[in-house]
């Protein structure tokens, strides 16, 4: 059964940093497009950014500059590098990996900045 963890997240205060990552398990994850999503309360899910089998990212203009996405097809592992928080990063950031037939989400871990 595919899974994926998502771990790092907590309570920070504006302008600091956290590391997320993502363990993935069940799927051939080397030859998959991964990204990291946000939801924050009463808004749509969102994409954060996005990094390709081949290791080609794209973010989010509201974080371009500050996150950066990378994968570690070794470890099964997509991380999500957030620096220079704002208070506006505050959601619960999702995992997923896409797969042949149907995406595959995590279970979400929780940001919140403090201003």
């Known amino acids: 059964q595919v899974q994926l963890v998502e771990s790092g997240g907590g309570l920070v205060q504006a302008g600091g940093s956290l590391r997320l990552s993502c363990a993935a398990s069940g799927i051939y994850f080397s030859i998959n497009d991964m990204g990291w999503y946000r939801q924050a309360p009463g808004k749509q899910r969102e994409l954060v950014a996005a990094?390709?089998?081949?290791?080609?990212?794209n973010y989010a203009d509201s974080v371009k500059g500050r996150f950066t996405i990378s994968r570690d097809n070794t470890k099964n592992t997509v991380d999500l590098q957030m620096n220079s928080l704002k208070p506006e990063d505050t959601a619960v950031y999702y995992c997923?990996?896409?797969?042949?037939?149907?995406?595959?989400w995590g279970q979400g871990t929780q940001v919140t900045v403090s201003s």
């Open positions: 997923k990996i896409q797969g042949p037939f149907r995406a595959y």
């Open positions: 990094i390709t089998r081949g290791g080609m990212t």
